[in-house]
C-alpha cells in the first residue's frame, strides 16, 4: 500500500512534543504500523533526547559509553509484531541521528560550560501522556507484573530532567495506563502538593496527570496516572503504601 505524502520528521516531531490532538495522535499511531521512515525518526529522536540527557548529567567518558551502548540497542516494539527495523540503511540513519546530537550537545556544553536541564516531573508527566513508550531491553524487571487490571507492558532507563531514573510502564486492552518511576534522587515536592498520611508522600497535579511520590529504602518513587484515586490504588497494589 502506497504512503501517502508526509514530513515524518515534522511528524514524529509535533508527536513527541506533545502537540497533536488526541484524534490526529491516534491516527498517527495506526500511522506508525506501516510506516517505516516515521518509526525510525521516533527511535532516532527517544534514542536522542537519552543520549542528551546523559550529556548534560555525565562525565565525558560515561557519555561515550552510553553513546556506545545505545547505538548497539537492537530496538524493541510494542506497537507491533513484525519487525521494525529491517533494513540496514534504517539502522545507519538511527545510528548517525544519535551521534550528530551527541556531538551537538557536547560542542553546546563545551561552549556554555552548562545545559538547561527539564523539570523532572514534568519531564515524567510527558512520557506518560505519549501513549507510544518504546522498551529498552535493560534487564530491568519491574516491582510488580501487574497493578490492578494493568499488566507490565515494558521498562526503560533514561534522566528526567537532573533524576536518573527506571520508568516502568503498565496498560489494559482498554486503553487505561500507569507509569511507575522510581530513582535514586528525591523528587522536590511542588507547590500545592497534598501531604498523603503520615509517610514522607504527596500526591500533586501537574499537566493533567496526577502523582503520588513516596520515598523509600532509598528510592523516591511517582506513581503517574489520571486521578488521585488511581495514583493511591495502584501506589497500594504496587507495594508502595
Known amino acids: 500500500m502506497t504512503t501517502p505524502p508526509h514530513d515524518p520528521e515534522l511528524d514524529a516531531g509535533q508527536y513527541l512534543g506533545g502537540a497533536m490532538s488526541a484524534r490526529h495522535r491516534e491516527e498517527f499511531e495506526a500511522h506508525l504500523l506501516g510506516c517505516?521512515?516515521?518509526?525510525?525518526?521516533?527511535?532516532?529522536?527517544?534514542?536522542?533526547?537519552?543520549?542528551?540527557?546523559?550529556?548534560?548529567?555525565?562525565?565525558?567518558?560515561a557519555a561515550r559509553e552510553h553513546l556506545r551502548a545505545i547505538a548497539a540497542i537492537e530496538p524493541v516494539s510494542n506497537v507491533g509484531s513484525r519487525s521494525r527495523w529491517r533494513s540496514v540503511p534504517a539502522r545507519f540513519a538511527a545510528a548517525a541521528a544519535v551521534f550528530v546530537v551527541g556531538v551537538t550537545v557536547a560542542v553546546s556544553l563545551a561552549l556554555s560550560g552548562s545545559g538547561s536541564r527539564s523539570d523532572p516531573l514534568e519531564a515524567a508527566v510527558t512520557v506518560y501522556q505519549t501513549r507510544l513508550f518504546v522498551a529498552e531491553p535493560a534487564g530491568l524487571e519491574p516491582p510488580v507484573r501487574r497493578v490492578g487490571e494493568m499488566a507490565w507492558e515494558g521498562t526503560r532507563a533514561q534522566s528526567l530532567g537532573s533524576n536518573p531514573a527506571v520508568l516502568y510502564r503498565y496498560g489494559d486492552p482498554a486503553g487505561h495506563r500507569l507509569l511507575l518511576v522510581s530513582?535514586?534522587?528525591?523528587?522536590?515536592?511542588?507547590?500545592?502538593?497534598?501531604?498523603?498520611?503520615?509517610?514522607?508522600?504527596?500526591?500533586?497535579?501537574?499537566?493533567?496527570?496526577?502523582?503520588?511520590c513516596v520515598d523509600?529504602?532509598?528510592?523516591?518513587?511517582?506513581?503517574?496516572?489520571?486521578?488521585?484515586?488511581?495514583?493511591?490504588?495502584?501506589?497500594?497494589?504496587?507495594?508502595?503504601?
Not at 36 to 41: D, G, V
Open 36 to 61: 517505516e521512515e516515521c518509526w525510525a525518526e521516533i527511535r532516532a529522536a527517544q534514542a536522542g533526547r537519552a543520549l542528551a540527557e546523559m550529556l548534560r548529567e555525565a562525565a565525558p567518558q
Open 183 to 212: 530513582s535514586p534522587v528525591a523528587f522536590a515536592r511542588p507547590a500545592g502538593a497534598q501531604q498523603v498520611g503520615s509517610m514522607k508522600s504527596w500526591t500533586a497535579e501537574i499537566g493533567g496527570a496526577v502523582m503520588f
Open 216 to 241: 523509600r529504602d532509598g528510592l523516591s518513587w511517582l506513581v503517574i496516572s489520571d486521578t488521585r484515586e488511581e495514583s493511591l490504588s495502584a501506589a497500594r497494589a504496587a507495594g508502595l503504601t
